[in-house]
């Protein structure tokens, strides 16, 4: 059985895989005993029956430039000529450190970025915060598409020392960009730009969330549009975000992880 940290960096791994592969990779961690309906079922199941986070690595499917796409997203640099092996190993030790961490990649000093580590939400409530919040972010950036000027949005909805992944993808997965961000300011920024520059507007589809160690974790599915003035296009891409929402001392709350994978429709 999988670890709790196991678990979610696994998840994070197959989030990379295109569709197919995940669907045969549960045929095979199953031997074909378990049928799901969609992808999203396959990856639960992936998860629920591996033994084992080093054994899931080391599946045929987990193919090393997904590995390697990985590291490069948690902030790990490797040799791009390191095999599968040494690429596994780095990730297990990666997991080592993140063992003796509450929360990774995010400050465990509530007192640098301002945030209060009280937090103690049921499920309940974290759903319904992750609801208002999507409605939020998503309504801001959507403001933002149709007129450059709106001045809702800014860097006050982002921790100071806050850290954003943006990955695109071609529909095969085999062009892949990823880029990352550190700091309110370059995050709000960056974001900003999809919005204001490229026109792009995020129709969420389903979400989830729960709270792991006071942080709230919000992962959303949905659309990618773009803004033809003044009609919305057809969906041009496939978006899946999370998000970790950490309280502040005055008990809002701020976003201090972003990660956004993009998967356009089109080759």
Known sequence: MLTGIEFEQCENILRLLPDPDVVSLKDTVTKNLI????????????????NSGKELLQRKKMKRNFLFLYLHKVGIPVDPSKEKDGLIQSILSYWDILKGVTIPNLSTNPQESGTSSGSSLSQVESEKL????LDLFYGLLKELARDSEATSWGKSYFAENCKLVVTVMNKDSTDISVENYIGAEMCEQTLADLARIQKLCFFKQEFKSSVHDSVVVVNVKGDVKKL??????QAIAKFEQ?????QTFTDSWIIELCDLNIKMNET
């Not at 969609?38 to 029956?49: G, P, Y």
């Open 35 to 50: 049928v799901t309906t969609t992808v999203e079922e396959a990856r639960d199941v992936i998860l629920q029956f591996s």
């Open 228 to 233: 033809v003035f003044p009609e919305l296009s």
């Open 242 to 246: 999370t998000f970790h929402l950490q």
């Open 130 to 133: 992750g609801a208002e919040f």
